[in-house]
Nanobody
């Protein structure tokens, strides 16, 4: 199983970025796909998640109103559209996959597969 994240970069405050996560190596039907982020010296925090099966999004507090998670089944890809970026959004962003659960998982321990991370830097 491989999750390949991309799309990070340097952007000014107020700008936008779209992260992509391409999943391969197995069928992810029923899985939950999540985005997490980790700033230097801090824990890895939940950002957003979505189910492959029903496209239901779920957002952490920092993402609500600014970020949108989506997925393209035909491309086995999950996206994170980030708008109105702030300096506090600076972090390494990771995509992850969790085996089917009854509820959306926000804890890192619930996720079985992780991508390598992509750096997002927001300059003020």
């Amino acid at each position: 199983v491989q999750l390949q994240a991309s799309g990070g970069g340097l952007v000014q405050a107020g700008g936008s970025l779209r992260l992509s996560c391409v999943a391969s190596g197995r069928t992810f039907s029923g899985y939950q796909m999540g985005w997490f982020r980790q700033a230097p010296g801090k824990e890895r925090d939940f950002v957003a998640a979505i189910r492959w099966s029903d496209d239901s999004p779920y957002y952490g507090d920092a993402a609500k109103g600014r970020f949108t998670i989506s997925r393209d089944i035909t491309k086995n890809t999950v996206y994170l559209q980030m708008n109105n970026l702030k300096s506090e959004d600076t972090a390494v962003y990771y995509c992850a996959a969790a085996t089917p659960l009854d509820r959306i998982a926000v804890a890192t321990t619930a996720y079985d597969y992780w991508g390598q991370g992509t750096q997002v830097t927001v300059s003020s």
